[in-house]
């Protein structure tokens, strides 16, 4: 799950735990203890044969064994079976409990067998070493040994035992992948039954929901430091298009009751308070409010600034409607942070009829970039690191979209806008879309990723309309760009428009977090904003 150390920065540096000096004698005693019971394993075990007492020096030697004196070949009664880890276990314990003498192995019925009972799990003979044997490797070993024996290129067999083996892996890898699922599930439920009974809140109350509360602590931790402030604060191009949409359409903010949804230091609200409002309610659940409260009191604004503490979807307002909304929403790719929600809460339960949300439209746009050296450093690289070949680490590093300044000289197409957003009317659900993009490509070069940035405007009922943009080709801002690596670059040319299609949802594990899936003429390409 992804930390919100800084949605929108770098992590402040955290404390780290103090390594142990190694120095603990309990410690020691029990490397003693690992290293006997090492010895111990590593004495060569003698295996009991399943049918007679003779002592056998290895599980393959037993095999031959019961195969050339008692006619039991074990790996056909496995096959046969189908046996899987659990059968085969309950086999052995079978035979060597009843001691059941090998016709009864060779003349069994398919189903069912004599052994199903789970009772036949528990060993007969204590560190068994048949029991401690994979029978899938069992049976391998024996079509290997049958091959090279045969005659038959053990080349071959050596191949089927490896793709064998990889089989096993991929088929452990997806039941693992399975587990991790469940214990995501358990973990849900575990904390909506301790929040539940410890809060006794109702039970209808879903994990889910408690889960995202805990999300959310770490979210709003993060804009507890004031460096994130200072960041957005000395973030011209954003703060002072708000601070002239609001000083330049006095109009607009005469006399009304605003809403600033998540206040921070309180800047967007001193500013609509300068501009003539009659009441600024402004509400953030961070830390950093205690500090706008100060902010506030200095600058004699305590009268018409009211500041409360507390998410957006929890608190009560003073009030019970608002002529308009301000808020500072935007994280990368405009939607990650998923904050215009707790905006569109506010707007459908406190805004008047006829009011209005600031910053209103927001265009989402796309180009193409080719920059082999940024493709190079990030993909290329892990080929030959320090001399060792890296290459798998390709697979992590593709789908995660990166935030970074994209030069503007490696732009290789007009830019086309994927989707527009009035946030006056906009609803949750058209926040996750899909849209089909046609990029007209203005250099014949190799196309190495997509950027995606947006553009915001103060437009609605405005005398002097506001805007600024994200896009590479104007002053950077402290969203950067959002930078979508192609794994295989592909060539363009000059006049083709590259048709593609777009898709945007959000992360259900972290719903914060965004999908972002491109279907481009060489497949589809999913990316992960978190
Ligand atoms: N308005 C300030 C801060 C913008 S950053 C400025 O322009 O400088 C966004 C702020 O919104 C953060 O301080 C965060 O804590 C707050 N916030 C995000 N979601 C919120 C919610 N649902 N309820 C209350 N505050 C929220």
Redesign the pocket.
Known sequence: MAEYINPRGDAPAEEMPELSDGDDDDNDEDLWQWAEEDEEDSRPATVTCLFCDRLLSSVPATLQHCAADHQVNLVEVIQRHHLDDYGYIKMINFIRSTKCDASGLTGLPDAPLPWESEDFLLPVLQDDPLLQTDPEELCEDASLSVCSSSGAQSHDALQQRTHAAEERASTSEQALTRAMDDLHKLKLLAQGLVLNAETSRPANQSAVADLREDEDEA??SS?GHYS??EE??KDKV??ES?RDFMYSNPEVFRDKVVL??????G??AMFAARAGAKQVIA????E?IYKAMDIVRSNQLEDKITLIK????DIKLPVEKVDIII???MGYFLLFES?LD?VL?ARDRYLADGGSVYPDLCNLSLAAVGDAQKHRDHIAFWDDVYGFNMACMKQAVVPEAMVEMVKEDTLISEPAVIQTFDCNKVCLSELEFASDFSLKMTNTTECTALVGYFDIFFDKGCGNKVMFSTSPRVTKTHWKQTVFLLEKPFNVQAGEELQGKISVCKNKKDPRALWVTFDLPDGKHTYNLQ
Not at 260 to 265: N, P, S, Y
Not at 283 to 286: A, E, L, R
């Open positions: 979210y709003f804009y994130i402030h957005m604060l954003r703060t708000y600033d949804v998540g206040c921070g230091t800047i967007l509400v953030d659940q961070s950093i507390g998410r957006i979807e808020s500072e929403w904050m707790s809460y």
